[in-house]
């Protein structure tokens, strides 16, 4: 199934073409550094396991307003399914299931990657990149 923009992503602007391309790179790197760190902390000792969760999720936090900004910047509502997603991960950490964090992050990512191809595909058609 092929995704479809929505109105506001097929008209992106110059300017939140440019904001989303950065915002999304951005969010990428935050993202698979996030997904690593739970790889690593999934088998670690209970107390341990327990310190890497609360640095998770502060990295997520710090995500989360990332994603917050760029849909404040560009609009459209891709960037609120990824606010979605990264809020399953979050319950996710709270209930103390890290194997299932990475689903949550990976179906950001892919949100994110989306939002990164439109806008440099608006970039290239402006022979910007």
Known sequence: MTEQPDDRQATMTLREA???FSQSEKIK???IW???TVDQSVNLPELEKKGASGVIRTTLAMIYYEIHLAGKL??????????KHLDMALVMIDSQILPEVNF????ALSRVTTIGQRAMTVLKNQGLI
């Not at 560009?74 to 606010?83: F, K």
């Not at 949550?104 to 179906?107: A, G, I």
């Open 34 to 36: 996030s997904s690593q």
């Open 29 to 31: 790197a935050g993202l």
């Open 74 to 83: 560009t609009g459209g509502d891709l960037w609120r399914e990824i606010e």
């Open 18 to 20: 440019v904001m989303a």
């Open 104 to 107: 949550h992050l990976t179906q």
